[in-house]
Nanobody, 123 residues
Framework: QVQLVESGGGLVQAGDSLRLSCAAS????????MAWFRQAPGKEREFVAA????????NYAGSVKGRFTISRDNAKKMVSLQMNNLKPEDTAVYYC????????????????WGQGTQVTVSS
């Protein structure tokens, strides 16, 4: 069992940066691949970034590649999303998710989800 709690969202201007954090509970955090998804109003939840259990591999949606960086600290049971050069289209609720399976872009493969944190980017 893994519980996830996101933090770090807020209201920023276009071009600014934000760092989201996801704190996990559970003894086996290091066994899970982790990901960030987001959902904008009126839109489906979409994949943002993922990282393998050991941090060796990462994957990004094309829309954020080069601007966002996912990382994890297994000792602290934390996963982070550094977001740079934010754009108004990045406005969404951002969710942290965990899967015991292989890192994937498919939300259905993730067993555990946080409650989400709002990111709003003004133009």
């Amino acid at each position: 069992q893994v519980q996830l709690v996101e933090s770090g969202g807020g209201l920023v201007q276009a071009g600014d940066s934000l760092r989201l954090s996801c704190a996990a509970s559970g003894r086996t955090f290091s066994s899970y691949a982790m990901a960030w998804f987001r959902q904008a109003p009126g839109k489906e939840r979409e994949f943002v970034a993922a990282i393998t259990w050991n941090g060796a591999l990462t994957n990004y949606a094309g829309s954020v590649k080069g601007r966002f960086t996912i990382s994890r600290d297994n000792a602290k049971k934390m996963v982070s999303l550094q977001m740079n050069n934010l754009k108004p289209e990045d406005t969404a609720v951002y969710y942290c998710a965990a899967t015991i399976k292989t890192m994937t872009e498919l939300s259905i493969e993730y067993e555990y989800w946080g409650q989400g944190t709002q990111v709003t980017v003004s133009s």
